[in-house]
């Protein structure tokens, strides 16, 4: 029971002070009769709690209760790691995914830019230590590199939002079933079958060309590169590789229409990469060009 106390500390804490600050901020604005900084700072504090809840019972529960693992720490092998990296890059997406969306949340509930943007660190930088603190009382132990990626993933959305430039350059995630191994895994789950998974930088190619140039690129159309792996979720079996992609990338942002709550969720969707014409290859192996490319 400490160490789940210790953990909502953690999370708390950062998530309090946050809400402290914003108390300062504009309060004119109202959504479904209530004070749009109530909402975001209360839903923030909400989420933030229920989120450690739920990943107390699907990873670290049996283990709190049953095996009680002394703290430990351990190191891994970066993108030659059982999952030849993709859990880093899925660490990093979701500081930066967490990051986007307290943001806008604190954008759309009238709080100013320094505390709307300091918050947005404050929740995913709280969030990743608690998992990893959790870790180190399980069976998965604390692993600094993974907070390395989370540390990046927060910068680089802080980088977006001081250099808007950097927007037109969007982290977004893909993810099909992989049909492999994995299914036999109690942990297993979209998040955990890394076979499945692609990350991308998506390039938004009608702002970046010339305008001489790019009158002739839609604006709905992106360029994205990918990178993953095959064989890497649980139970699978072969050799390991990483995969390469190229794709097209849908700029929901351009498609979508716009609305003042609704850019919130508009923003979320544009960081998940719909399946659209690319090609992907193995390391070692040849290229092969798929409509739809799915994983």
Known sequence: MKKIIFLLFVVSYCVTETAAAAEEAKRDSMFLG??????ATYGTIAWS?????MEFQWWWRDDYIYQQHPFRMKGDGYFYNSSYGVDKLGHMYASYLIFGLTYDVMK???IDDNTALWAAIAVPASHAIAIE??????KYA?????LYFNSTGILYGALQVKYPYLRNFTYKWSYYPSGGGGKNDPDWGPASDYSGHI???AMDMYNILPESVNKYWPKYLNLAVGLGAKNVSFGDVGIKKHKFAVALDWNTNAILPDGDTWNIFKNLINKIHLPAPGIKFYSSEKAVAKGLLLN
Do not use: E, I, K
């Open 34 to 39: 209530l004070s749009r900084n109530d909402v």
């Open 133 to 138: 603190f959790g870790d180190g009382f399980s």
């Open 142 to 146: 604390f692993n600094v590199s993974d």
């Open 108 to 110: 759309w509930a009238d």
């Open 49 to 53: 709690a229920g989120a450690v809840f």
């Open 199 to 201: 990350y991308w930088l």
